[in-house]
C-alpha cells in the first residue's frame, strides 16, 4: 500500500520544497540533512504496510490472527492426546490406573476401567496429536510390576478419541470468516455445531429437528371433535384426578401451548472422518444433553432433548474389470488399487456434513483406476452388483468392502 514511499522518492519530494536557489546535491549540507529524516520515513512506511497486513483477518499472521478472533470468543483448537482402548488377557490380569505401556516409538498410560471383567481399560497415548492415532497391535509394558506377571497379552484394539493436531492457521481463519455467515445463537444449528466441533475428537455434525414418535406440534392442537368429545366430558364421570389432567391438558393444546417434546438428533464424525466409538458419541452426549432430559444440564438450552449419534459406514463391495499395461497384473497393484478408492471414500466423507446424501459414483472409482500407472483401462465397474451410482443415507458415509476382479 506504501510501496511508492521509498527512500529515493521521499528525498525527492522533500528536496522539491527547498528552494532551487540552494545547493541540494548529493553530498550538500541540505541534502545530507534531509537524508536521515527520509531514510526514517522510508523505513516508517515498511512497518505501516505490516501493520496494515495485520489489522486485516485476512493477511495477518497467526499472532495477530488470534488476537482478532479472540475478540469474537474464538480460539484456535490445542492439539489434543488419542484415547485408545487396551484388551488384557487373562482378563482378571491387575491393571491399575497409570500402568504404562509401549507399541513402537509412542508410549500410553492407563486412564481408566472400561470393564474389568473384560479386561477393557482406557489409554491415554502420551504424545499429542493425530500421529497416536495410526497405531493398533500389540502393546509391551514400560515397567515390571508384580501385578503384570500373570499378564499373557496386551492389545491396543481401537482408537476411542481421536487425537487432534494443533489447528492449522488456515483452517482457523476459514473458521473464523465461517462465523460471521453463520451466526451461532442460543441453540440454533449454528451454535451447536460450533460448540460441538469444539469437542476433542469431533470432526463434524449433522443437527436435526426429529421429533418424538413422529408427532409434530400442530398435531397437538384439538380439532372440532376433540373439543365435542371434551366438552362432553365432566368430573362426575372421569373423577376429579382424571378431569382435572385432561383440563390442563386440553387448555394448554387448545393455546398452542403443548408441544410434543421435539427432540435434536445430533450425528458426529471423528476428527478422522470415521464411524465414531460409542466412547466419543457417549462423550458428546454428556457435553450436550447428559440425561437426555432437556433440563439444560449440559450445553444445550433447556426444552432441548438431545439424541446424539455417531454417523454409519456403508460397506460397499466393488468390482472391477482391469486390463493392465505389460508385466502388471492385480497382485502387483492391489494395495495402489485399494489405497486409490480409500482416498476417495475418504474424500467423501470429509465433505459428509456439509453434504445432505453423499453419492458414491462409478466415474469417480474408473477415473482413479485409470490414475494407476499399469493400468490401460477399466470396464464394467459394479458397486454392491450394480452398475448405478449409490446414493447414502444422510447419515451414512462409504466404507470399503471387498475389491474383486
Known amino acids: 500500500m506504501f510501496e511508492e514511499n521509498d527512500f529515493d522518492t521521499l528525498m525527492e519530494r522533500m528536496l522539491e520544497n527547498v528552494s532551487d536557489e540552494l545547493d541540494k546535491r548529493e553530498g550538500s549540507v541540505i541534502y545530507d540533512a534531509i537524508a536521515p529524516a527520509a531514510l526514517e520515513l522510508a523505513n516508517m512506511y515498511v512497518a505501516l504496510d505490516v501493520v496494515m497486513d495485520e489489522v486485516f483477518a485476512d493477511t495477518a499472521s497467526y499472532y495477530y490472527l488470534i488476537k482478532r478472533a479472540a475478540e469474537r470468543g474464538i480460539y484456535p483448537k ?10 488384557v488377557v487373562p482378563s482378571d490380569t491387575q491393571i491399575a490406573v497409570n500402568d504404562r505401556f509401549a507399541l513402537g516409538e509412542f508410549n500410553y498410560t492407563v486412564a481408566s476401567v472400561i470393564d474389568a471383567t473384560q479386561g477393557l481399560y482406557r489409554l491415554i497415548c502420551e504424545t499429542a496429536g493425530s500421529a ?38 488456515e483452517v482457523f481463519r476459514e473458521r473464523y470468516f465461517s462465523s460471521f455467515n453463520q451466526i ?16 476433542a475428537g469431533v470432526g463434524g455434525c449433522k443437527v436435526i429437528r426429529a421429533w418424538s414418535s413422529g408427532y409434530k406440534p400442530a398435531d397437538m392442537i384439538p ?23 385432561l383440563k390442563n391438558v386440553y387448555g ?25 466409538s460409542d466412547v466419543l458419541v457417549n462423550t458428546v452426549q454428556t457435553a450436550l444433553d ?14 432441548h432433548v438431545v439424541n446424539v449419534k455417531g454417523v454409519q459406514g456403508h460397506r460397499i463391495d466393488i468390482l472391477l474389470n482391469l486390463v493392465y499395461k505389460e508385466g502388471f497384473t492385480y497382485t502387483v497393484l492391489e494395495s495402489s488399487i485399494k489405497e486409490s478408492i480409500d482416498a476417495y471414500f475418504s474424500e467423501l466423507a470429509k465433505t459428509w456434513s456439509e453434504t ?11 477415473s482413479r483406476m485409470l490414475m494407476i500407472g499399469g493400468i490401460l483401462d477399466v470396464e464394467d465397474v459394479k458397486l454392491n452388483g450394480s452398475s448405478e ?17
Open 132 to 169: 497416536g492415532n495410526q497405531q493398533l497391535g500389540g502393546l509391551i509394558p514400560l515397567e515390571t510390576k508384580e501385578n503384570l506377571n500373570d499378564m499373557e497379552s496386551a492389545t491396543l484394539t481401537r482408537i476411542l478419541i481421536p487425537g487432534e493436531d494443533e489447528e492449522d492457521v
Open 223 to 245: 380439532g372440532e371433535d376433540v373439543t365435542s368429545w371434551y366438552e362432553s366430558q365432566s368430573e362426575s364421570t372421569l373423577g376429579k384426578d382424571v378431569y382435572t389432567w
Open 78 to 87: 490445542e492439539e489434543t492426546n488419542a484415547e485408545c482402548e487396551l484388551l
Open 356 to 366: 445432505d446424501n453423499l453419492t458414491v459414483r462409478l466415474s469417480q472409482i474408473e
Open 290 to 303: 447428559p440425561e437426555i432430559s432437556g433440563e439444560g444440564d449440559g450445553i444445550a438450552p433447556i426444552g
Open 184 to 199: 451461532a445463537f442460543g441453540g440454533n444449528k449454528a451454535d451447536y455445531k460450533e460448540k460441538i466441533n469444539d469437542i
Open 252 to 276: 394448554a393444546a387448545k393455546e398452542k401451548l403443548l408441544t410434543t417434546g421435539g427432540t435434536v438428533k445430533i450425528i458426529i464424525i471423528t476428527s478422522e472422518f470415521s464411524v465414531p
Open 389 to 405: 451410482n449409490i446414493i447414502l443415507e444422510y447419515d451414512e458415509i462409504p466404507i470399503r468392502g471387498d475389491v474383486n476382479i
